[in-house]
């Protein structure tokens, strides 16, 4: 298949997942072309070499978009459709887990104690966060950090996201697309976190 034709391929794919999860997550129907990784896929599959990226400038659309490019040369077009789908649903999970764990990472980051399970970790950590942090979490996590840290909602997707939406993923699937993508970006230089299961069914970094 020629790059014309992997292109096609990604497009399809993500055109299909994104209004697929978006529905199954209960959210307003997003229309593809409003999608910021369906978005930066198109970018990319234009660029003529994705090797030659500096990857300390790119954010998690990024960074996922040219994993999405490469594994669209090697799956077959049912696999991929399934790979997209995985990778869209994954990505609205790290916008929800994303800025929570960053700030907890950072020195004297406020504390969410006390607020109710089911409060959005998004919205809970707004809360009790600084102006600034406010400022940032206004943005989509994954358009906007660089995505050393997206192996790190591997425990939320599989344990949490995808037992709280239907949305006609297959856990050992996810699994699977999930330890398959986070090795590709250590790999290639994305991140510098190594994924691995461990018995209990989450991931151990």
């Not at 990778?87 to 916008?95: H, I």
């Not at 504390?111 to 809360?127: N, Q």
């Not at 950090?145 to 993923?169: C, H, Q, S």
């Not at 999930?178 to 018995?199: A, V």
Request: aromatic share 10%; hydrophobic share 35%.
């Amino acid at each position: 298949m020629g790059r014309k034709g992997e292109t096609k391929k990604v497009v399809e794919a993500f055109s299909t997942a994104v209004t697929s999860v978006f529905t199954s997550l209960g959210s307003p129907l997003q229309c593809p072309e409003e999608n910021a990784l369906y978005k930066t896929l198109k970018a990319l599959s234009d660029l003529p070499d994705l090797s030659q990226r500096a990857r300390k400038e790119t954010n998690c659309d990024e960074a996922m978009a040219a994993y999405c490019i490469a594994a669209a040369k090697l799956a077959s077009p049912a696999y991929f459709h399934t790979l997209a789908k995985i990778v869209v649903a994954y990505r609205e999970c790290v916008n929800r887990y994303g800025w929570k764990k960053l700030f907890e990472e950072s020195p004297g980051h406020a504390t969410t104690e006390g607020r109710k399970d089911s409060d959005s970790p998004r919205v809970s950590t707004c809360f009790s966060s600084s102006v600034e942090q406010q400022v940032k979490m206004r943005s989509e996590y994954c358009a906007t950090v660089d995505p050393d840290r997206l192996p790190e909602v591997a425990n939320e997707f599989v344990l949490l996201f995808l037992k709280e939406y239907d949305l006609g993923i297959v856990e050992s699937d996810a699994i699977s697309v999930l330890i398959n993508m986070c090795d590709w970006l250590y790999s290639n230089g994305y991140t510098q976190t190594q994924m691995r299961p461990i018995k209990s069914g989450g991931y151990a970094r």
